[in-house]
C-alpha cells in the first residue's frame, strides 16, 4: 500500500477568535487530521491537562530544547514561550496523517521558511466588541490582560494576508463548514491523489477502450 505523506497547516487568529473550538470540532470529523500539540512555559489554567492540551514546562527546560534544536518553531507572547516539536511533526507526517499548528503569526512566518509548502488558514472574528466580549465570557482574565489581548489581536490580525485562506468566525456551524472544505480541497490536490491513485491511473491510460 503507497503511504501519501500527510499535508502541514498552520491555523492561526488572534486570541478569542474561537480557534480551539473550531479545531476540536474539526478533529472530531477526520480520522486522518491531528493537532500537534505544543511545549509552553505559560502556567497550566482550569481545565487544561498536560500533555493534552499543552506540554507545560519551566522556562529553562525550553531554552535548552531551543538550544538543542528539537523545535520546528517557537515565540514568546505575552511573556510566555511556545515551541512546535520538530521530531513529532516530521513523523506524523511520514505516516500520512495530516497535522495542523495552532501557532501565531511568528511561528507562521518560520514555519513557512522551514516547510513551503505548509497550507496555512487565518481565523477572523467579526468584529473587536464580539471579540472583547467572548475573552470577558470566559472569565480566566482581568482587564488589563483583555485589553492586552485586544492590543495583540489588532497586530495578529494585520498580518491576515500572508495565509493562504481567511476564514470569518461571525457562525460557528458556517466557519466549521469553511474549514472543513479547505482540508478536502487540500486532499484532492493532483500530487496527494496520484500517489494514492497509481494502479487507477495506469490502467485507464494503457486500457483498450472498449468497441460497440
Known amino acids: 500500500m503507497t503511504i501519501i505523506k500527510g499535508t502541514l497547516y498552520i491555523v492561526s487568529a488572534p486570541s478569542g477568535a474561537g480557534k480551539t473550538s473550531l479545531l476540536a470540532k474539526l478533529l472530531e470529523q477526520s480520522s486522518t487530521l491531528c493537532l500537534s500539540i505544543s511545549h509552553t512555559t505559560r502556567p497550566i489554567r482550569p481545565g487544561e491537562t498536560d500533555g493534552v492540551n499543552y506540554h507545560f514546562t519551566d522556562r529553562g527546560s525550553f531554552v535548552r530544547l531551543v538550544e538543542q534544536g528539537r523545535f520546528l518553531e517557537h515565540a514568546e507572547v505575552f511573556g510566555n514561550l511556545y515551541g512546535t516539536s520538530a521530531d513529532w511533526v516530521s513523523m506524523t507526517l511520514k505516516s500520512g496523517m495530516d497535522v495542523i499548528l495552532e501557532i501565531d503569526w511568528q ?27 467572548r475573552l470577558r465570557a470566559r472569565g480566566q482574565d482581568g482587564e ?68 460497440q
Do not use: C, K, W
Open 107 to 133: 511561528g507562521a512566518q518560520q514555519i513557512r521558511r522551514l516547510v513551503p509548502e505548509t497550507v496555512s488558514i487565518f481565523i477572523l472574528p467579526p468584529s473587536l466588541p464580539v471579540l472583547a466580549e
Open 144 to 211: 488589563q490582560v483583555i485589553a492586552q489581548r485586544l492590543a495583540g489581536a489588532r497586530d495578529e490580525i494585520s498580518h491576515y494576508g500572508e495565509y493562504d485562506y481567511l476564514v470569518v468566525n461571525d457562525d460557528f456551524e458556517r466557519a466549521l463548514a469553511d474549514m472543513a472544505a479547505i482540508i478536502r480541497a487540500e486532499r484532492q490536490r493532483t500530487p496527494r491523489q496520484e500517489n494514492g491513485r497509481i494502479a487507477l491511473i495506469s490502467d485507464l491510460l494503457s486500457g483498450v477502450a472498449p468497441t
